[in-house]
C-alpha cells in the first residue's frame, strides 16, 4: 500500500478512542480527511462505517486507499508500521514493545468498563427520574 | 486482579448508595490508578512521557482514558488523579494535553463535562416524553 494512497479516518468526537488515531496520524505527519460519525445513540451509522467496519460497526475506523484498518490501537500500530519514517511510536526494542501493548491492552480493558459502567449509572440515574416522573402523574 | 479491582470500583463508585460505599469505592479506584503510576515512572525513565522523551504507543493509548476519568471525577466529586497519589500522571496528563499532536483532538475537561450534561439532557426529555404519552392512555 503506497504512502501516497487518501487516507480517510472515520471517527467520533464523543469517542475517547478515535483520539488515538488523530495523534498518530498528527504525529506521522500524514494528511488526511476527517470524518465525523454520528453519534450511536441519536443518528443513523453511516453506511461508510457500516461497509468498512461490518464486525463492530464502530469507530474508529482508517482508510488507507481501498484498504480499511478497525480498532484504534491496531490503527496506531498499522500507521507506524506502513510509515515507517520518525518519530516511530511504538519502542524499537522488542521487550519494550511487548510490554508496551501489554499495558495499552490493561489500559483499554478500564476504559471500556469505566465508559460501561458509567452507561449503567445514567440508565439507572434516568430510570429512577422516570419512576419519580410517573409517580407525580398519577397523583395529579 | 487489578481489573476485577477496577471494574468494582467503578461499579461501586457509580452505583454507590451512601458516602460509606463511596468512599471505598474510591479507594479502590486509587489503588488501580497507582499501578499506572509505578507503570509511569518505570517506562518513562524520569522523562516527561510512557514513551521516554517523545510520545509513544503507551501515551497514546493512554489517551483514551483522560476524558472517561473526567466523567466519573464529575459524577463522584472528588479527584483521582492527585499530586500526593499519581505525581507523575498528575504531570503527564498537562504535558500530554499541552502537546501540539494531542490539543487540537482532546476535549477539555470543560468540553467533556458539557457534553455529560446534553446526554443526561437529552436522556430525560426522552423519558419524559415517553412517559407523557402514557400517562394519556390512562
Not at chain 1, 461497509?51 to 474508529?60: A, R, Y
Not at chain 1, 458509567?118 to 402523574?137: E, G, P, Q, R, Y
Request: charge should be negative.
Amino acid at each position: 500500500m503506497a504512502q501516497n494512497d487518501t487516507v480517510k479516518l472515520i471517527g467520533c468526537s464523543d469517542d475517547p478512542f478515535s483520539i488515538r488515531p488523530r495523534v498518530a496520524l498528527h504525529l506521522k505527519s500524514i494528511k488526511y480527511e476527517y470524518l465525523e460519525e454520528p453519534d450511536d445513540d441519536l443518528g443513523e451509522k453511516s453506511q461508510l462505517l457500516l461497509k468498512s467496519n461490518p464486525i463492530h460497526k464502530k469507530t474508529p475506523v482508517l482508510i488507507h486507499g481501498d484498504l480499511a484498518i478497525c480498532e484504534s490501537l491496531n490503527i496506531v500500530q498499522y500507521l507506524d508500521e506502513a510509515w515507517p519514517s520518525d518519530p516511530s511510536i511504538l519502542p524499537s526494542n522488542a521487550y519494550d514493545r511487548a510490554s508496551a501493548r501489554f499495558w495499552a491492552q490493561y489500559i483499554d480493558d478500564k476504559v471500556k468498563q469505566f465508559r460501561d459502567s458509567l452507561l449503567h449509572a445514567l440508565f439507572c440515574f434516568l430510570s429512577k427520574f422516570d419512576t419519580l416522573v410517573s409517580v407525580i402523574n398519577k397523583s395529579v | 486482579m487489578c481489573l476485577k479491582q477496577c471494574f468494582e470500583a467503578a461499579n461501586a463508585l457509580t452505583g454507590a448508595n451512601n458516602d460509606e460505599e463511596r468512599i471505598a469505592a474510591t479507594g479502590k479506584l486509587t489503588e488501580c490508578l497507582a499501578i499506572l503510576e509505578e507503570t509511569f515512572q518505570k517506562s518513562s525513565k524520569g522523562l516527561g512521557f510512557f514513551g521516554g522523551e517523545t510520545i509513544g504507543y503507551l501515551d497514546i493509548a493512554c489517551a483514551a482514558l483522560l476524558g472517561p476519568i473526567s466523567v466519573i471525577e464529575m459524577f463522584s466529586a472528588d479527584k483521582f488523579v492527585r499530586e500526593e497519589t499519581t505525581p507523575g500522571l498528575i504531570q503527564w496528563a498537562v504535558r500530554f494535553r499541552a502537546h501540539e499532536a494531542v490539543r487540537p483532538y482532546m476535549p477539555t475537561v470543560e468540553e467533556v463535562t458539557e457534553l455529560v450534561k446534553q446526554r443526561i439532557e437529552e436522556g430525560f426529555k426522552r423519558n419524559f416524553k415517553s412517559n407523557v404519552s402514557t400517562s394519556e392512555y390512562e
